[in-house]
C-alpha cells in the first residue's frame, strides 16, 4: 500500500506539472550584457514572458534597481510613476513604454548613457498573471565609425571616440594583415581620437579597418578611386 501511494503522488505531481507548465511567467531580458555608447542612449531589455498564447497583461508594476544604489532607478505602480523614491542621477534620464506594458514590455530607456551609469541593474516586473525578475550588467564604452580620405597616395582613416583604447588592424581584401600607423590623442574625458594610416595601396582595391577592445569591435570598408579624394 505505501508503494501505491508513492507512486499515486508522484503520478498527480507530473499531472499538475505538465497542467501548468504552459502559463509559467517570468522576467526575461534578450540582452542581459548591453554594452552603452557614453553620451548616447540605451535600452535594458527586460519583459514579462510566459509560455502560454497569453497576449496580454494587465496590472503591470516594474521597479528597475540597480546595486548599491540609494533608491531606485524607476518605479512605475498602479498606472503610476513613483519619483520620490528615484534616485536623483536618473530624474528626467528614464522612461518606460507605457503603451506596451499590456504587452509585458517593461524595457527601460536610459538617456545620456554616463560612465557612472555602468554596474548591475535589475528589473522586477509584475502583473495579476505573475511575473519575476531578471539582472542586467550594462557596460559602458565609446565608439564611433571611421571616416577614409584618401589623398597623396595615402589612406587615411579617423574615428574621433573610442574607449577603452582599442586595437587598430589593417587588413587587405584576403584578410592579410597589413603593416599602418596609428596615432591616439586623449581628450580631458579620457576618450581617444584614432587616427590610423595606410600605405602604399593600390587603386581599385578594398582595405579593411578593424578597431576593437574588449567590449566593441567595428569594421570598416574602402575601396580606393582613381584620383585624390
Known amino acids: 500500500m505505501i508503494i501505491l501511494s508513492i507512486i499515486f503522488s508522484a503520478v498527480i505531481i507530473l499531472i499538475f506539472a505538465l497542467t501548468f507548465s504552459g502559463s509559467l511567467i517570468e522576467a526575461q531580458s534578450s540582452n542581459r550584457l548591453p554594452v552603452a555608447n557614453l553620451g548616447k542612449d ?31 532607478v524607476y518605479r ?47 528589473c522586477q516586473a509584475s502583473s495579476s498573471d505573475g ?34 583604447k582599442p586595437n587598430v588592424t589593417w587588413l587587405d581584401y584576403a584578410g592579410k594583415i597589413l603593416q599602418g600607423k596609428t596615432n591616439f590623442t586623449q581628450n580631458s574625458a579620457g576618450i581617444l581620437n584614432i587616427v590610423s594610416t595606410l600605405q602604399p595601396v593600390n587603386v ?14 567595428a569594421t570598416s570598408d574602402a575601396t580606393i578611386i582613381d584620383g585624390d579624394s
Open 204 to 217: 581599385s582595391d578594398t582595405y579593411t579597418l578593424k578597431i576593437e577592445n574588449n567590449l566593441v569591435m
Open 42 to 72: 540605451v535600452l535594458l531589455s527586460c519583459y514579462i514572458h510566459t509560455e502560454s498564447e497569453q497576449k496580454s497583461f494587465k496590472h503591470v508594476s516594474v521597479t528597475w534597481e540597480k546595486t548599491a544604489l540609494r533608491g531606485v
Open 131 to 164: 511575473g519575476g525578475e531578471v539582472n542586467i550588467y550594462l557596460r559602458t564604452a565609446a565608439f564611433s565609425a571611421p571616416t577614409f580620405t584618401f589623398s597623396n597616395g595615402i589612406l587615411v582613416a579617423e574615428a574621433i571616440r573610442w574607449f577603452p
Open 76 to 122: 512605475y505602480e498602479d498606472g503610476i510613476v513613483d519619483i520620490r523614491s528615484q534616485n536623483s542621477q536618473y530624474k528626467g534620464r528614464t522612461q518606460l513604454f507605457p503603451e506596451d506594458l499590456v504587452k509585458g514590455n517593461t524595457s527601460l530607456l536610459l538617456r545620456g548613457v554616463r560612465s557612472s551609469d555602468e554596474g548591475e541593474y535589475t
